[in-house]
């Protein structure tokens, strides 16, 4: 059965943040590919996702992917959500976590943006991860 380049994608994004000492620290194990209904904050989500053909003319499959990782609190600010977008950006860029079915080629974090909700409470920080995958 073959495995869906996108899935697998998410859930390697959550391992490696899950496996991230300082993510850990903050937000324990909520670390979401599906994200509960009623969320316990802080929590990070591998969210949005886009993936394209990187070389069609290549003959290895590869994909570039790039994927929204959010990251929420209510602490009542946004220095609990600065220091998570921060760890996860720690334990994703560069990183080598392992894709089922896919070769990881490259992983970036490019992208990273911390704001207060309209409603002042909630606060969130959003990262772009670039990935390029191959078959496996």
């Keep these: 059965m073959s495995v869906d380049p996108e899935r697998a994608l998410a859930a390697a994004l959550a391992a490696a943040a899950k496996a991230a000492p300082a993510v850990a620290a903050i937000v324990g194990a909520r670390v979401h590919v599906d994200p509960p209904r009623h969320p316990t904050y802080p929590c990070v989500l591998v969210g949005r996702q886009e993936s394209r053909p990187f070389d069609p003319d290549d003959g290895a499959g590869g994909l570039e992917h790039l994927v929204s990782v959010t ?12 220091a998570l977008t ?18 990881l080629v490259s992983l970036r974090v490019t992208y990273a943006d911390v704001f207060q909700g309209a409603d002042r409470e909630l606060a969130l920080g959003v990262l772009r991860v670039r990935a390029v995958t191959e078959n496996g």
């Design 86 to 103: 921060a760890a996860v950006r720690t334990a994703l860029h560069h990183a080598a976590p392992a894709v089922e079915g896919r070769r």
């Design 71 to 82: 990251c929420a609190s209510r602490f009542g600010g946004v220095e609990e959500v600065r």
